[in-house]
């Protein structure tokens, strides 16, 4: 079974803050993707990032930053100096590799930055 | 630029009467998704078409019907549609996956569908 827990529903930071979204995931595959996307008020989702199963090297970009642990499973996301820009939802996703172009969705967690 | 686009933003139907929402692409994928989206909850995936092959999801009702006339456009309809579908109907697509994955999805905007 293929699941994406996002445990946190709301933040509220104030501006300049770091902020750390967390994503459990659950899956049989031994190849798979991970994936974050943020969603403004406006309602487009906008791709951020793809994780691959075999690579654990963690990423940053920019005031973004993803730790992707394998062995707990987690991909959590951390903003830097958070902006008023930043308040979205953030979608954490799971894809399989033997699932095709399947997504699997956690229930999403609501950022607001506070200026 | 290379995109999703969706057309109309915002829609609104009547109980029951049959409603088309569409959804084009510039970026030449070939899987193109539909989900919908009800408030504060994440997206659900209603079906996909991996270049002509149709792929419904078991749990997404009859209701719902899907088009892939080209590559480029892909439509949504909704033969009756109830107060519970209102929702952000979300268009997707993809290249399909390799060796090395490559299949995040670039997303539409979104129709917001209102039924009254």
């Known amino acids: 079974a293929q699941k994406v827990t996002q445990a946190q529903t709301e933040i509220s930071v104030v501006e300049k803050e770091d902020v750390t979204l967390d994503c459990v995931y659950e899956t049989r595959d031994t190849t798979y993707y991970l994936f974050w996307y943020k969603q403004p008020p406006s309602g487009e989702l906008v791709f951020l990032i793809r994780r691959n199963s075999f690579d654990e090297q963690n990423e940053i970009s920019g005031r973004y930053s993803w730790n992707f642990q394998k062995s707990t499973s987690s991909f959590n996301f951390t903003i830097t100096a958070s902006q008023v820009v930043d308040s979205a939802v953030y979608f954490c996703?799971?894809?399989?590799?033997?699932?095709?172009?399947?997504?699997?969705f956690g229930t999403g967690t609501s950022l607001t930055v506070i200026p | 630029d290379a995109m999703v686009i969706q057309n109309p933003r915002y829609q609104v139907t009547q109980f029951g009467k049959p409603v088309t929402l569409s959804c084009s692409q510039t970026?030449?994928?070939?899987?193109m998704y539909w989900y919908q989206q009800k408030s504060s909850q994440a997206p659900k995936l209603l079906f996909h078409?991996?270049?002509?092959?149709?792929?419904n999801e078991a749990d997404t009702p009859d209701n719902f019907q899907s088009r892939r006339p080209n590559t480029s456009f892909c439509f949504l309809d909704i033969r009756s549609p109830g107060l519970g579908d209102a929702a952000m109907y979300l268009c997707?697509?993809?290249?399909?996956?390799?060796?090395?994955?490559?299949?995040?999805?670039?997303f539409g905007p979104g129709t917001r569908l209102t039924v009254l």
């Open positions: 996703a799971l894809s399989g590799f033997n699932t095709g172009n399947q997504f699997y």
């Open positions: 970026l030449n994928h070939n899987v």
């Open positions: 997707a697509t993809s290249r399909s996956p390799g060796l090395a994955g490559y299949n995040e999805q670039f």
């Open positions: 078409y991996y270049d002509k092959d149709f792929n």
